[in-house]
């Protein structure tokens, strides 16, 4: 399951999933979407290693960018990651 996470101006949607485990280490998977006019631009970063894959579209400006972005809030993904979500999070 993913959860809404933050909408950026430009209309790029920022959504996680729960923390899982894989191989005894906490994963949390972060997917980003930006409508263009064809469609979208996309790509998925792994937390806690910023570990990116399926990157369609986005420059590697854009990018760097998203992964400042990314890790400027990875915590606070994290811990929703956790809690269930915006829904069910504790004070953070």
Do not use: N
């Not at 400006?61 to 990314?70: H, M, R, S």
């Amino acid at each position: 399951m993913l959860y809404p996470f933050m909408t950026l101006e430009d209309g790029t949607e920022i959504v996680h999933s729960e923390s899982m485990q894989d191989s005894g280490r906490e994963k949390v998977k972060v997917c980003i979407e930006k409508p263009v006019d064809w469609g979208f631009k996309s790509a998925t970063c792994w937390l806690p290693d910023y570990q990116w894959e399926k990157v369609e579209g986005f420059t590697p400006e854009e990018i760097d960018d998203l992964q400042a972005l990314v890790q400027s809030l990875a915590h606070v993904i994290i811990e929703l990651a956790r809690d269930g979500g915006f829904e069910h999070a504790t004070a953070i």
